[in-house]
Nanobody, 123 residues
Framework: QVQLVESGGGLVQAGGSLRLSCAAS????????AGWYRQAPGKEREFVAV????????AYADSVKGRFTISRDNAKNTVDLQMNNLKPEDTAIYYC????????????????WGQGTQVTVSS
């Protein structure tokens, strides 16, 4: 079992930055991929970023590439999302995910989710 708790959301102006953090519990976290997803009002949950268990491989949605950076610290059981140059369309609830996997260009969420943290970007 893995439990995830997100933090770091908030209100920011367009062009600003936020750093989201996800704290994980469970002995298997350091052995599995992790990722971030987001859900805007009236829209389906969508993939944002994924990182391999070692941290040596990452991938991003085209909409955030070059602006967001995912990282992890397996010693601390955390995975972070640094978000720069935020845009109003980044407004959403952001969810941490564990067990995230990829095959080719497709990314698949794992079974473990956090409760989500709200990110609001004003124009």
């Amino acid at each position: 079992q893995v439990q995830l708790v997100e933090s770091g959301g908030g209100l920011v102006q367009a062009g600003g930055s936020l750093r989201l953090s996800c704290a994980a519990s469970g002995r298997t976290f350091s052995n599995i991929g992790a990722g971030w997803y987001r859900q805007a009002p009236g829209k389906e949950r969508e993939f944002v970023a994924v990182i391999s268990w070692s941290g040596g491989w990452t991938a991003y949605a085209d909409s955030v590439k070059g602006r967001f950076t995912i990282s992890r610290d397996n010693a601390k059981n955390t995975v972070d999302l640094q978000m720069n140059n935020l845009k109003p369309e980044d407004t959403a609830i952001y969810y941490c995910n564990a067990g995230t996997s990829s095959s080719g260009s497709a990314t698949y969420p794992g079974r473990y989710w956090g409760q989500g943290t709200q990110v609001t970007v004003s124009s």
